[in-house]
C-alpha cells in the first residue's frame, strides 16, 4: 500500500504562527519573521518522519479563496480580521522553501485549501493507497473514512505532538456520531469561527443529541412535521 500525506498550508502556518510566539518572535539578523517557518518546518518535518509518504501535496487558500462560500452564503467569514502582517510575509517564503525542496504545492482561485484538500482525499484514498491529511482543521474530519485519516498537530513548548483520528476516534469524540454526520452537526449548531449560522437554541451538546436519534436533520424534520416526537 502507497501512503500520501496532504496538508493544510494556511492551517499550518498559522498553528505554527501562533505556537511559537512568546514575548519575541523568531527573525532572521535583518528583521525577517521566521517563527511560521520554523513551526511548519518542525511540524513538516515530525510527519515525513512518522509517516514515510509516498506523495505529498500541500494545498494554499488563494486570495479568492473564500468566493464561492461566499456566492452561497454572503455572511460566511463576514467579519474575520485580515492575516497579522507579521504572519503574511512569510507565506511567499514557505512557498520558495517547499519548491527548494521539491515538494507540490497548489492554490485555486475561489477555492479554499480545504477545498482542494478535500478533492485530493476523496479521488485517491483507496485500499490501495491511505491518504493521511495534516491540518488543525477539524471541519475537515467529515472526510474521514477507512482510506483517509487526519492528523491534528499540537506544538506545546517548541516540541510538535500529533493526535490521529479515524472513524473510531469521531464516534469517540462526538457521542457516537460517524465523520459524514459532521455535516448534519454543523448545520444544527452552526460554526462561529467561520460566521455560519445554526439552529437557534441549539449547541453541540443539543445537536449530537438529536443527531444520535435522528442521524439526519431530513429525518429530523420528518419526525416534526408528522408529529411523532415530542420536540419542541
Do not use: W
Amino acid at each position: 500500500m502507497t501512503k500520501t500525506l496532504l496538508i493544510d498550508g494556511n492551517s499550518i502556518m498559522n498553528r505554527a504562527f501562533y505556537g511559537i510566539m512568546g514575548n519575541k518572535m523568531l527573525t532572521t539578523a535583518d528583521g525577517k519573521y521566521t517563527n511560521a517557518l520554523y513551526g511548519f518546518l518542525a511540524i513538516l518535518f515530525k510527519n515525513l518522519e512518522d509517516i514515510k509518504p509516498d506523495y505529498i501535496m500541500i494545498a494554499f487558500d488563494s486570495k479568492t479563496g473564500a468566493d464561492t462560500r461566499k456566492k452561497i452564503y454572503d455572511g460566511y467569514k463576514k467579519s474575520r480580521h485580515k492575516m497579522p502582517d507579521e504572519l503574511a510575509e512569510q507565506m511567499p517564503e514557505i512557498k520558495e522553501i517547499l519548491d527548494a525542496m521539491n515538494i507540490k504545492h497548489i492554490e485555486l482561485d475561489d477555492f479554499e485549501g480545504d477545498d482542494i484538500l478535500g478533492t485530493f482525499a476523496k479521488k485517491f484514498g483507496s485500499k490501495n493507497n491511505q491518504v493521511y491529511i495534516l491540518s488543525g482543521d477539524r471541519d475537515l474530519f467529515q472526510l474521514i473514512d477507512e482510506n483517509i485519516l487526519v492528523r491534528i498537530p499540537r506544538t506545546r513548548a517548541g516540541k510538535t505532538e500529533t493526535e490521529i483520528y479515524d472513524i473510531n476516534k469521531v464516534k469517540e469524540d462526538y457521542n457516537g456520531l460517524t465523520p459524514v454526520e459532521l455535516i448534519e452537526l454543523k448545520a444544527l449548531m452552526g460554526d462561529s469561527s467561520d460566521e455560519i449560522p445554526g439552529c437557534p437554541g441549539v449547541g453541540p451538546k443539543t445537536a449530537e443529541s438529536l443527531l444520535s436519534k435522528y442521524h439526519t436533520i431530513d429525518n429530523l424534520y420528518k419526525s416534526i412535521e408528522n408529529d411523532e416526537d415530542d420536540l419542541k
